[in-house]
């Protein structure tokens, strides 16, 4: 058995369907949404059960449901003489199965004697079109179209052409009328802006040369919902006609590339948006007497339909700067704009045109905070753009370090890192040469202190990306420091690795490294056999036999690495417990001594077969724990899992593929902002990373910390 439940608020009232469940709250993923503040996020349900009768259940909302003005704790049967309220709103049960009567027919009549004459007129001429015709099932429209192929080249009349009268849905949907996915159907209710286009991440794929790769966004206001061209090579029209910008209305037929679709959903039918000329018509027409009237009558619903010039309101808009300087604007549309024009992956991206029209938008309406947060990062972009121009001119006047300088202004998840990286290798290259000449010619002409700045800016310059093993250069490095009392000692300055990894160690170069780490060529022997075979209580074994061939040979230092040794040997063996249980945490206590006592051993950066093994066990059995957390859609929990394996083996494939996955969650999480979202964006990225920051800076935006 099906009902009918009507909701009545303080400005507009909507009929849905009730044919087995209906979620009610103040969120998008509710079937029925409510803007009231006094309704929650998650209020009620109506349910039908399994005896046929309707039923409400209060689902812990602050406010709770009202059944003939009582709060009830429990799911409560319903009747078309309930009395239910959420909030401001009254709900009105119908069943569409029994005669109607009482207050639902007064209402009704009510309804009908409040109406407008020229809605009155167009109901009687719907009605007379639709005589021989089928009616639709509320979720699909059968517009006159339907039984053809629609043409994509309508006329414009098309979009003030009345609708049919359809049952009222309050889940947004589109329905393929023809194309590579004809009889498709797509709901809109899942978030609140939905992106249509080629592929990811567009929310509605369609994988069709036709359609640009960001192609058009639909997104709701209010309780309804409006279309938004991005700036495709192919455009979008409702019923016909070119548009940057609409609102939709139940019937409407879009068309993008090969594809038309066909709107069924919440919104106003198409002849009341569009009637206001009928309206002036019917008003003069009363002023010059009936004849006239009816003749405006006849010419406006006749079927040979003329065009009928839209409402404003409904009129499709390119916006443009003088757009701008209209305070009559609509901030909402405004704000479409604003994110198609800083959306670093759209066709539109501008960020100048962004910080002028997302400023409007802010001055239009104060708290739409989103335009704010975009405005923001237009600007840092603009920012960065003039920075890039800067460090080009110095650049090609020779002027090298305030270039880099410049440079490292410019944040890694920005659009003008790329440029940025490219300029810093040429630059720093270039400045690196003349360095080297530097730190060679001065040392040769005795000048020491000249030597030595020469010499170490050039082990700055390269020791991100070179191996910093030139004999020469720290040679002369070290005699200067002699030579001038300076400190002889260097540190890699980290704040050059955003443009370049540092050096990787490889079977050519780890070996050389670890000899000369040691002076005693017996000790350097052993300690890379130690990293080449991970067999810690054999190094030592062999470490204390030649002491006790040669005790003149060794100093104490060789006491302290074969106690390291033997830790490391210790803890491994302890720490496979923890492994053979699947207790990560176990193995972590034991095996973070043993990495601790090797980074004494080996040179920074260079880990031995043994460790290396022991990271990568306790990567897997992390990526393990997270699979079980992210298929429950525990993403936050998932996530620490994951970060905990990647910080051991960063190289594990598996857990970089759902890291990465993760990231694109957050990603789409940030496309509909609140505190909610931009939280859990936070919990599941790599901290500092560039959606971490975008996340971090919408906390900061709407004051959720």
């Excluded at 609102?247 to 198409?270: H, K, N, S, W």
Aim: with cysteine.
């Amino acid at each position: 058995m099906a009902y009918t439940l009507t909701f009545f608020g303080e400005q507009d009232s909507r009929t849905v369907e009730l044919s087995s469940e209906l979620s009610v709250g103040r969120t998008s993923n509710n079937d029925v949404v409510l803007s009231d503040q006094g309704v929650s996020r998650k209020h009620c349900r109506f349910f039908i059960g399994d005896d046929g009768q309707a039923y409400v259940e209060d689902l812990g909302s602050a406010n709770g449901v009202q059944v003939n003005g009582k709060n009830i704790d429990k799911p409560t049967a319903v009747t078309p003489e309930s009395e239910i309220n959420i909030g401001k709103t009254r709900i009105q049960l119908e069943d569409p199965s029994a005669p109607k009567g009482g207050r639902a027919e007064a209402e009704q009549a009510l309804a009908v004697r409040d109406q407008p004459q020229e809605q009155a007129i167009s109901r009687r001429s719907s009605r007379s079109r639709s005589r021989d015709r089928d009616d639709g099932d509320g979720e699909e429209l059968a517009a006159p179209s339907s039984r053809r192929s629609p043409s994509r080249n309508s006329s414009r009349a098309v979009v003030a052409r009345p609708s049919r009268t359809v049952k009222a849905s309050s889940r947004g949907k589109l329905k393929c009328l023809s194309g590579p996915a004809e009889g498709e159907t797509f709901d809109l209710t899942a978030k609140a802006r939905l992106v249509v286009g080629r592929c990811a991440p567009a929310d509605i794929i369609l994988n069709d040369k036709s359609i640009a790769k960001k192609h058009a966004e639909i997104y709701k206001v209010g309780s309804s919902y409006s279309i938004f061209d991005l700036g495709s090579s192919g455009g979008t029209k409702v019923n016909g006609e070119a548009i940057t910008e609409m609102q939709l209305c139940p019937g409407d037929e879009i068309t993008m590339g090969d594809y038309v679709f066909q709107y069924t959903g919440p919104g106003a039918l198409r002849e009341a948006a569009g009637g206001g000329t009928s309206k002036i018509k019917i008003v003069l027409g009363a002023v010059v007497g009936l004849v006239l009237v009816g003749v405006v009558g006849s010419a406006v619903f006749s079927e040979e339909e003329e065009y009928v010039e839209p409402d404003p309101v409904m009129k499709p808009k390119t916006m443009s700067g003088a757009d701008r300087n209209d305070d009559n604007v609509d901030p909402l549309r405004l704000l479409g704009r604003c994110k198609a024009l800083s959306d670093i992956e759209g066709e539109q991206l501008n960020f100048k045109e962004a910080v002028a029209v997302c400023g409007r938008v802010l001055e239009l309406d104060p708290s739409l905070t989103e335009a704010r947060a975009l405005k923001r990062m237009a600007e840092k972009e603009v920012r960065f753009a003039e920075i890039i121009d800067q460090a080009k001119l110095k650049a090609s006047t020779s002027q090298d370090e305030a270039a880099i300088d410049l440079l490292l202004q410019i944040e890694p998840d920005s659009a003008a890192f790329t440029s940025a990286r490219l300029i810093f290798k040429e630059t720093s290259e270039r400045l690196a040469k003349r360095m080297r000449t530097q730190c060679l010619t001065e040392f040769k002409s005795r000048y020491y202190q000249q030597a030595y700045d020469a010499c170490k800016r050039y082990r700055e310059l390269i020791c991100n990306t070179e191996p910093d093993n030139d004999k020469t250069i720290l040679k002369n490095f070290a005699e200067s420091a002699k030579k001038t009392k300076a400190d002889a000692t260097f540190v890699c300055p980290d704040k050059y690795s955003i443009f370049g990894t540092r050096v990787v160690y490889d079977a050519s170069n780890i070996e050389d490294t670890i000899r000369k780490h040691y002076s005693n060529k017996v000790v350097a022997e052993l300690i890379v056999d130690y990293y080449k075979q991970g067999r810690p209580k054999k190094t030592a074994d062999d470490l204390k036999r030649a002491k006790a061939k040669n005790p003149r040979a060794f100093d104490a230092k060789v006491d302290d690495l074969i106690l390291k040794l033997e830790v490391i040997d210790g803890r491994y063996t302890s720490g496979q417990e923890g492994i053979l249980r699947s207790d990560p945490g176990r193995a972590e206590s034991f095996w973070n001594d043993a990495f601790e006592a090797e980074q004494q051993i080996l040179p920074k950066g260079i880990e031995s077969s043994l460790v290396r093994e022991m990271k990568s066990q306790l990567a897997k059995i992390y990526f393990d724990q997270g699979e079980d957390k992210f298929n429950k859609e525990h993403y936050a929990e998932a996530f620490k899992l994951y970060y905990k394996g990647y910080r051991y083996d960063a190289k594990n494939r598996d857990l970089l593929e759902k890291i990465a996955k993760l990231e694109t969650i957050a990603n789409k999480l940030l496309r509909d902002p609140g505190c909610d979202n931009a939280q859990l964006a936070v919990d599941i990225t790599i901290p500092k990373s560039g959606v971490n920051k975008r996340a971090m800076d919408m906390l900061d935006e709407y004051n959720c910390r």
